[in-house]
């Protein structure tokens, strides 16, 4: 059996078990069968390291059958399995199957346990038929179910109106940038007569095809990148999305769904490094994204909810990096991101769940004496993400640091306060959680309680990981002859993709103090406020600057104003003048007008015998009288 098809069929499996049986077994099987098959998966995509490793431009290939053809135009059921997607693989499974061992606890007094376990399961095989598709219409269409699985799983509490919302924002929002990727795909589909990878990138590297051509569908196709991976304006979605129980706030944010628009990049590259234009947007889109979200969660109070704007954040010094061409760089930061992102998402529901489902970083205080295991991981995930020296996040985010200067000088100085802005908020979650006093009035101290080992377990391994993630890419003044991940893609996205700038040693030592300079600084100010002075995050909304801050720009009461409201008042207006005074009038018009000729007709056919005689006779006399008159 080709290990394509089994690394996709295991979670498609766990899901279809769980789906048909799942009500019918035990908790503990049905957790045990969703965990499992996201494991196996994993497991065989280890097992083809080695394949890789002897032959850098081997492949593996499944072709299943056709399933559009014109005379002209022929579309696949296929996958093709290389070392970018193999990388994506093992990221998607490896966190996949981490999150399923915490959900087996997390989870287990919800009545929906199976049902949650067979959507973990169907997300997870709608990300890998996202990653290993051999064409664009593959991709669209596991692109399409990580939508529907983001709202199933956001909605899942589906009882909460709220939740509820929530869901249908991620859906209608991710719609609209949908709408892009497609239009990029028929473009694609006009310019190139074909939708397989392969053969468009040949065609694009010939040189045949105009700049302006490549930027219209590079536009395109990162409009449907804005809407996966939460970049302005359509990013709204993504903190809302905490409403979902926190494995599923894990695995959206560091293993599947926002990354699949950095994977659409980096799987374009052959096209986004002939879009100069398509280039520059994406830069200042990613840059306009990472500062705005980093700005927003200085002021939220939500556990959940800082981290949810520090993914926004993240994403976009990804989309930074990709728009100066450091594509390996930018799968770097997504995997060291998984890395950390998942352990502080995962370590967020530990505190949550030893806070009786506690949320708000005001109510808590003083956990690390209560919870040791969840505090220790919580900090190393915290040092990773702003850039504690030599740890996974350090790395990565140096290299787009890096990256950005040597494109432009004021790209790296308002992502250098970003990143500035990273450590205070982190920082002050940190700190407001886990230091000073016990503050929540409902829930006594003593009633707050370590996690358990199913749920601590992953958490460990993931601070492993955190810790040594940095190692698959070592930066040039550790490791001249290039990092593990560099050498990895060079296959895929060859040399002149790298985005691997050179610069001399002194300069990068300089960027490489600033950064540390700047963690420094994001520690002694958080500090100084919150576990020094022992500030405590206001409970009033406050006013001015900060007060537009804390409300999030504005942002939803913008996109309310201009689109929901016009909409509802429209959808009023329709079903109150339209509907109930036009439709309806008509409606029942018709409907009159066919009840009078029913009557009519009801006094004809009246089931007495001597009547119809008589139409009969009447009849006949009628035809008579006119054959006679004719």
Known sequence: MNTLSIILGLPLLGFIINGIFGSKIPKSLSGGIGTISVF?????????????????????????????????????????????????????????????????????????????????????????????????????????????????????????????????????????????????????????????????????????????????????????????????????????????PTPVSALIHAATMVTAGIYLVIRCSALYVLSPIANEVIIWTGLSTAIVAALIGLKQNDIKKVLAYSTVSQLGFMFVALGCGAYTTALFHVTTHAFFKALLFLGAGSVIHGMHHEQDIRKMGGLKSKMPITYYTFLIGTLAITGFPFLSGFFSKDEILTIAFNHNIVVYILLVGSALLTGIYMFRLLFVTFFGEYRNQHYAFDKVHESPRLMTLPLMILAVLSIFGGLLNLPHYLQHEGGILQNWLKPVIGLTHSGQHEISFNTEMILVSIAVLVFVTAFILTRMRYISRKQVPQEQTPTGVLGIISNKFYFDEIYDLIFVKPFETMSIWLQQVFELKIVSKISYGIHDILRFFGGLNKKIQNGNIEYYLMFMVIGVLILLGFNFFN
């Open 40 to 244: 196996l998966s994993f497991i065989f995509s280890i097992m083809a390291l080695p394949m890789f490793i002897e032959n850098p431009e081997y492949t593996i290939k499944l072709d299943l059958f056709t399933f559009l053809s014109f005379d002209t135009f022929n579309l696949r059921v296929a996958f093709t399995l290389d070392r970018l997607s193999l990388w994506m693989t093992l990221i998607v499974t490896g966190i996949g199957t981490l999150i399923h061992v915490y959900s087996i606890s997390y989870m287990k007094e919800d009545e929906g346990f199976y049902k949650f376990f067979a959507y973990l399961n169907f997300f997870i095989f709608n990300m890998l038929l996202l990653i290993l598709g051999s064409n664009f219409i593959m991709l669209f269409f596991g692109w399409e179910g990580v939508g529907l699985c983001s709202y199933l799983l956001i909605g899942f509490w589906y009882k909460n109106a709220e939740y509820g919302k929530a869901a249908r924002k991620a859906f209608i929002m991710n719609r609209i940038g949908d709408l892009g990727l497609l239009l990029g795909i028929f473009m694609i589909i006009q310019q190139f007569g074909t939708l397989e990878f392969t053969t468009v990138f040949e065609e694009i590297n010939k040189g045949t095809v105009s700049v302006n051509t490549l930027n219209a569908i590079g536009i395109l196709l990162f409009i449907g990148a804005m809407g996966k991976s939460a970049q302005i304006p359509l990013f709204t979605w993504l903190p809302d999305a905490m409403a979902g």
